[in-house]
């Protein structure tokens, strides 16, 4: 099965930037949706950018739309989201998902691989 594992969070002003990046150990993801969720306390967790198996599509919630970027280097096992003018509202955990298959949805259940999340705080 392998894992996947988050590095990249921290703090950052508003207006700021982060990039977090996904690696996979243990596992490929050549042939596998990659997906980053957010998570903060007491909500749900919540898709916010979604890449196909070979990066030529991509999909992300309004709420990130034009500041958010994500991407992915099949070769060096790595889905980054590359994230700009962060607001407070931004603050969660990140989490990186994997899915069983090359496409694939915004649902939890789409997913069967997680990492185990890192945390973003973006606070003056």
């Known amino acids: 099965q392998g894992q996947l594992v988050e590095s990249g969070g921290g703090l950052v002003q508003p207006g700021g930037s982060l990039r977090l990046t996904c690696t996979a150990s243990?596992?490929?993801?050549?042939?596998?949706?990659m997906a980053w969720f957010r998570q903060t306390p007491g909500n749900n967790r919540t898709l916010i950018a979604r890449?196909?198996?070979?990066?030529?599509?991509?999909y992300y919630a309004d709420s990130v739309k034009g500041r958010f970027a994500i991407s992915r280097d099949n070769d060096k096992k790595t889905v980054d989201l590359q994230m700009n003018n962060l607001k407070p509202e931004d603050t969660a955990v990140y989490y990186c998902?994997?899915?069983?298959?090359?496409?694939?949805?915004?649902?939890?259940?789409?997913?069967?691989?997680w990492g185990q999340g890192t945390q973003v705080t973006v606070s003056a």
């Open positions: 243990g596992r490929s993801i050549d042939r596998n949706a």
């Open positions: 998902a994997g899915a069983p298959y090359g496409y694939a949805g915004s649902r939890l259940k789409d997913y069967d691989s």
């Open positions: 890449i196909i198996y070979n990066g030529h599509s991509t």
